[in-house]
């Protein structure tokens, strides 16, 4: 990232603070944090890059659990709080979807092209996980990803370009999270701290993060 800078209230030139947003095309908790997440970096001036990767390997490699290797306890307050969660978003949220799980790669490519192509990709992974969890549609089925990309106005060709440079970039970003200290999604790391946030329910102390750094 290109290092950009402002003028604080003092008068002295500092740098903008840079958000590295680790995220799961798969995650119910991603699309409960909506796009909060790009809003909040628009309000303190700082930029921010989204990075797809393999949820399911990353809890592999970090001693996570799949859901349906938890213990029923465990299962059922995962119902309850997500239950609470789309109540409290205003979001909603089908807790038991017909595609899920499924290949989240081919959204986590198209994700990858648009941002690179230029844009706010915020509104477009919210989108496909809105597919997921809200329209129980399938995003490995080509036809909704590119209607994904289309409906929040990318080209929907952008699907089926750099699939090679995607898939390298899906991986990439499995193992920086893993060097970085991430173990779930939505996971978001405000660059050149040691400050993370792990969930869509810390977005608050994120933005309070930023505020400090102003």
């Known amino acids: 990232m290109p290092t950009l800078s402002q003028t604080n209230p ?7 603070p840079h958000i590295d947003y680790f995220c799961s095309t798969l995650s119910p908790y991603v699309y409960l944090a909506g796009t909060r997440p790009g809003a909040i970096a628009a309000r303190h001036g700082a930029t921010i890059s989204y990075r797809p990767l393999d949820i399911m390997a990353l809890f592999a490699r970090t ?3 799949a859901v349906k290797d938890r213990h029923a306890s465990r299962t059922d307050y995962r119902a309850q709080e997500l239950r609470r969660h789309s109540q409290k ?6 807790l038991h979807p017909s595609h899920w799980p499924t290949n989240g790669a081919p959204a986590a490519y198209a994700i ?4 690179a192509a230029g844009g706010d990709v915020g509104p477009l992974l919210h989108e496909i996980c809105a597919r997921v969890w809200a329209r129980d549609e399938d995003i490995a089925d080509d036809r909704v990803v590119r209607s994904c990309l289309a409906e929040t106005g990318f080209d ?3 699907a089926d370009r750099g699939l090679m440079a995607g898939a390298e970039a899906y991986a990439a970003n499995l193992e920086e999270a893993v060097t970085r200290g991430v173990f779930g999604a939505p996971f978001l790391i405000v660059a050149d701290t040691d ?4 969930g869509q329910d810390r977005l608050a102390d994120l933005d309070a993060c930023l505020d400090e750094l102003a």
């Open 63 to 65: 001693g996570g659990t």
């Open 112 to 115: 990858i092209a648009a941002q």
């Open 156 to 158: 929907p060709d952008l």
């Open 89 to 94: 978003t205003g979001l909603t949220l089908n």
């Open 10 to 16: 003092a008068g002295r030139e500092t740098e903008l």
């Open 195 to 198: 400050e993370r946030f792990w």
